[in-house]
């Protein structure tokens, strides 16, 4: 997916109440605006890495024998736990490897979640409530994603009310916090493209 530089997206179009416009002056607004032009393009970056990944290590998986595929999450050959690298595999193989869901709301959840709404028996329909509650803004823990999918009775934590000048903050943080795990997606995407390029190389040799 090609996506736009955050410089020509329109500010205009930036849905902000009056909630949080209030008291802000318009060059606060303005930056909260481009803020969020920035998030936005971020998690759709960081959703479209963890969608690489994932082929890639499903990739390698299905074209090595079960022990070696064990001994190569255990190398460190990638920088993930084994337990990611899992996960992003089984969702992978389950159902994100035939899906068109936006990149932006895979963002949102750990491969733990990606594998559970890939578990045994869990649908289409159900796997929809989980983007509809991320469309929503809803916070997608493993928790609540597995009682989406499974059913359940979810704990609800009410998350004390902010100040404009907090969310703005927290607004910048988040930026941060995804360009580092950007950065470190697309370090473990060229690894496993160094990998999957050696072994072609290797398997043209044989």
Known sequence: MELSPTEVVDLASIPLNNEVTKGLVPAQVEYVKESVAEINEELSCVGQSLRAVA???????SNIKPGNWRAFLKSGAINCSER??????S????WLGGSDIDDNLLASLTPRSLALMGSKGVTDKERQKVFEAVGKGERMTEATVRVLVKGGKKKTNKSPIKTESEKVK???KKVEIYKKI???LQDENRKLSKL?????????LV
């Open 196 to 204: 999957l390029s050696n072994r072609e190389k290797f398997d043209s």
């Open 91 to 94: 969702a992978y193989t389950n």
């Open 84 to 89: 990611f690298a899992v996960d992003l595999v």
């Open 182 to 184: 950007i950065i470190n």
């Open 55 to 61: 082929a890639n290590l499903a990739d390698i998986k």
């Open 170 to 172: 927290s607004l910048k």
